[in-house]
């Protein structure tokens, strides 16, 4: 008989995440859920040690936490604790977990396709591990009520795929830092619960798919870092809650779409380093909420429109290695919260404009255009000029004595 229990004891083992609840009424299923879990991972530094199989109630476990009025497990968090391994299916056990939370840790192998199967889950972070292959169709395809899943920074590569769309109670997606591939399905913008989509640091391909003004509740937005093409869609002004979009390092070109002079609470847009011509719109003067525009690293061309002085809650301006004209214009002089300037390797004329010193300017960037005359700065008390950089153009006369002034230069 005892030699026959170590292989009773491992039939059960074995089939313990697949008995139901009614066959095992004296053990807790949350209890052998995380004992399975566990048993497909290193803990290196014993951090679970906590992890008794003995208890009669994981609740007081590291990283576990209860709901108080049924001692279900609703929240299981691991982040930082250096494991290593598979996140296996013990996890699927845990009936009532709503949060499940892994990140930074160095989890490896391929993503459980039935995770998201689990009715109560709704904020998955996996984010910061070494998950590799694929996603699998399945994973999407499952989805029962998600509202976060962040699987960053991990080495999941192949496409996105296209039953992404079946996911529609997720509010945020977060895949950046992946190595996925292919180009964006179609799919993806029915997802329109969506408030933010990070994309970002992957190789994708192609064009952005049509159909973005689905995306009704999007506010935040980051396609940075791929090697997307084509134009930025005509519709994409119509997201109207948009508040931040990044969709810098492409190979994105064409002019801007007039959609976006819409996104009066966009305060960040940052579409640097790709291949955009044309000038820079008259509307940009519209969308009044920004703080950050950088449009540099592009082939913007033409003079900056008036309009920019409109721009009150303006801090952070960069638009060098364009092929800017003429010069910078006076109702810049309003911008009364711009900080940080950057117009090098433009082609701009003309003088140092008057407003530049005047306003509480801690970095002012014109190098390598074509502006002459002398440099005039109005007199200061003490100012928080940390750089200036005026290098490479066709100035003459004295260095003014202001200079000696600005004591954070
Ligand atoms: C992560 O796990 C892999 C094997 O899966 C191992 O080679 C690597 O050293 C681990 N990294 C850390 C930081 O523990
Ligand atoms: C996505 O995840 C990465 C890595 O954890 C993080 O740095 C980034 O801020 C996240 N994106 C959003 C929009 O929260
Ligand atoms: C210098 O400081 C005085 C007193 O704080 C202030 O009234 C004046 O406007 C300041 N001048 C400038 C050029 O900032």
Known sequence: MSTLLPLIFSFFYFLLPLLSRSALLTLNDDVLGLIVFKADFKDPYSKLVSWNEDDESPCNWLGVKCDTDTNKIVELALDGFSLSGKIGRGLLQLQSLRSLSLSRNNFSGELNADLLRLDSLRRVDLSDNSLSGSIPDEFFGQCRS????????????????????????????????????????????????????????????????????????LRSLSLRRNRLTGNLPEDFGFCSLLKSIDVGENLLSGNLPSSLQRLSLCNYLQLDSNSFTGRVPTWIGDMNSLQVLDLSNNQFSGWLPNSIGNLQALEKLNFYENGLTRSLPESMANCKNLWDIDFSHNLLTGNVPSWLFELEMRKIVLSGNKLSGSIRIPSMNSSSIMVIDLSSNAFSGNIPLEISVMHSL
């Open 146 to 217: 998600p509202r976060f899943l962040s699987l960053a920074n991990n080495k999941l590569s192949g496409e996105v795929p296209s039953n992404v769309g079946y996911c529609s109670t997720l509010a945020a997606l977060n895949l950046s830092s992946n190595l996925l591939s292919g180009s964006l399905p179609r799919k993806i913008w029915s997802l329109n619960a969506l408030r933010s989509l990070d994309l970002s640091d992957n190789i994708l391909t192609g064009d952005i798919p049509a159909g973005i003004s689905l995306m009704f509740n």
